[in-house]
C-alpha cells in the first residue's frame, strides 16, 4: 500500500510542474454558454499579479471604441478600472 501512495505522490509532482514554471506557460480554452462556444466575452484570471505591462503595452495608447452604424466596436474591451478609454462617433 505505501508503494502506491509514494508512486501517486510523484506522479502528482511530475504532471504539475512548480508554480513558478506554470506562470510563464500561456492559459487557453474555449468559453461555452449552453454547451455551445461563444465570443465577445471577457475572462480574467486571480491571483498574483505579474511585474506589470510591457514596453508595448504603455505605449499603445488608450483603448478606442468608435460608434459606427448604430453599433460599437469592438462590442467588447477588457480595461483596468480608472483606464482611459476614446469613444468616437463615426455615424
Known amino acids: 500500500m505505501r508503494t502506491v501512495e509514494t508512486l501517486a505522490a510523484i506522479v502528482v509532482l511530475f504532471a504539475f510542474p512548480p508554480a513558478a514554471d ?3 506557460r500561456p492559459v487557453t480554452g474555449v468559453v461555452r454558454i449552453g454547451g455551445e462556444p461563444t465570443s465577445e466575452v471577457v475572462v480574467y484570471l486571480e491571483g498574483e499579479e505579474t511585474a506589470g505591462a510591457s514596453e508595448a503595452d504603455r505605449n499603445a495608447g488608450p483603448p478606442v471604441i468608435d460608434q459606427n452604424h448604430l453599433r460599437f466596436l469592438p462590442g467588447v474591451v477588457a480595461v483596468r ?3 482611459e478609454v476614446d469613444f468616437l462617433n463615426s455615424d
Open 22 to 24: 506554470a506562470q510563464a
Open 81 to 83: 478600472a480608472g483606464t
